[in-house]
Nanobody
Framework: QVQLVESGGGLVQVGGSLRLSCATS????????IGWFRQAPGKEREGASC??????YYSDPVKGRFTISRDNAKNTVYLQMNNLKPEDTDVYYC?????????WGQGTQVTVSS
C-alpha cells in the first residue's frame, strides 16, 4: 500500500537549518509529484513546496530558503530548510496523489525558537 513517512524535524534556533525526509513506498516514485505541506495549530494546511519529474515549486514564504529534491533510487524526497524563522514552526507533511486519492504521511514537527 502507499505509505509516506516523514523524518528530520526537531527544535532549531532562528537562522538554523533542518533537512526533512519523506520515505515513500507502495508506488514508483519516478512517476509522481510529491508535495510538502505544513500546518500550525488552528490553521489550514498550506503547500510549501512540490517536486515533479522535471519541475519544482515553492510558496512565497519559503522561496529562496527551502530546497526540495528527490532521490528516486532511494524512494525519498527531501526538503532542505535554511535560514529558518519562527513562523516556519509547523507540522510538516509530505503527500502524493496516487490511485485516485491523496495520501499523507504522519507529519514531523519543526519548531524554530527565537
Amino acid at each position: 500500500q502507499v505509505q509516506l513517512v516523514e523524518s528530520g524535524g526537531g527544535l532549531v534556533q532562528v537562522g538554523g537549518s533542518l533537512r526533512l525526509s519523506c520515505a515513500t513506498s507502495g508506488f514508483t516514485l519516478d512517476y509522481y509529484a510529491i508535495g510538502w505541506f505544513r500546518q500550525a495549530p488552528g490553521k489550514e494546511r498550506e503547500g510549501a513546496s512540490c517536486i515533479s519529474s522535471s519541475d519544482t515549486y515553492y510558496s512565497d514564504p519559503v522561496k529562496g530558503r527551502f530546497t526540495i529534491s528527490r532521490d528516486n533510487a532511494k524512494n525519498t524526497v527531501y526538503l532542505q530548510m535554511n535560514n529558518l524563522k519562527p513562523e516556519d514552526t509547523d507540522v510538516y507533511y509530505c503527500s502524493v496523489i496516487a490511485r485516485g486519492r491523496r495520501f499523507w504521511g504522519q507529519g514531523t514537527q519543526v519548531t524554530v525558537s527565537s
